[in-house]
């Protein structure tokens, strides 16, 4: 099952979303949240594994919510659906740990695929806004891809990068394997990476641990 957050200052948005989210199988709407500052609580609490997240809201707005949680490490992966079609949103929340990207104009099965394609780590954008998000890479508005990252999943990162298992690294960090497994699924999405032995080689290219560290 889906756990979903709708975060939308708009009732008529959080409602409808709600609406046809909860019709779908799979998919259970475990909360909603009309600003910034209560998105935030229901992720905390509710711990769900999708975020359906407004950028503009009142007080703590959604850029807000993603730093908060990239800083905290929290595991729920966030589909933005937003008004905006600035390029510099798009590109301030993917470098904040936004998974998707999509305009509130976008069809009921594109959101819905979206969200799917969210529980399992995946990366879904419309063509004009990856050709945004191209462009802006190749100007250098990203300076790398690390920085895609949460710092939990550098951490993760770089014990995968040691050869660690994910039972190991779960007891290193201090969190339950499944919450490994959630990073390590993450991280292979946001770095277009096949498989935790890609990741591994990613961060030695990276020198995210210096290579005698790996391989001793």
Not at 68 to 73: K, T
Not at 93 to 120: H, M, W
Not at 176 to 194: N, Q
């Amino acid at each position: 099952m889906i756990r979903v957050v709708i975060a939308d200052d708009h009732q008529v948005v959080r409602e409808g979303l709600a609406f046809l989210l909860s019709a779908e199988p799979g998919i259970e709407v475990a909360g909603q949240a009309a600003d910034g500052a209560a998105a935030l609580r229901a992720i905390r609490e509710l711990v769900p594994d999708v975020v359906l997240l407004d950028l503009f809201m009142p007080g703590l707005d959604g850029m807000g919510v993603l730093d908060a949680i990239r800083a905290e490490g929290l595991t729920a992966r966030v589909l933005v659906l937003t008004s905006s079609q600035d390029g510099d949103h798009l590109v301030a929340a993917v470098k904040a740990g936004a998974l998707s990207f999509l305009p509130k104009t976008a069809g009921v099965d594109q959101v819905i695929e979206s969200v799917r394609a969210a529980a399992r780590g995946e990366s879904v954008l419309q063509p004009a806004a990856t050709a945004r998000l191209i462009s802006e890479l190749r100007r250098g508005a990203v300076p790398g891809p690390l920085q895609l990252l949460t710092p939990r999943e550098t951490d993760v990162l770089r014990e995968v990068a040691r050869g660690r298992a994910n039972r190991e690294i779960a007891r290193t960090l201090s969190v339950s394997e499944e919450t490994v497994k959630s990073h390590v699924s993450s991280i292979l999405a946001k770095l277009g990476l096949a498989d935790r032995t890609q990741a591994a080689i990613f961060g030695l290219q990276h020198h995210i641990v210096p290579l005698d560290e790996a391989l001793g």
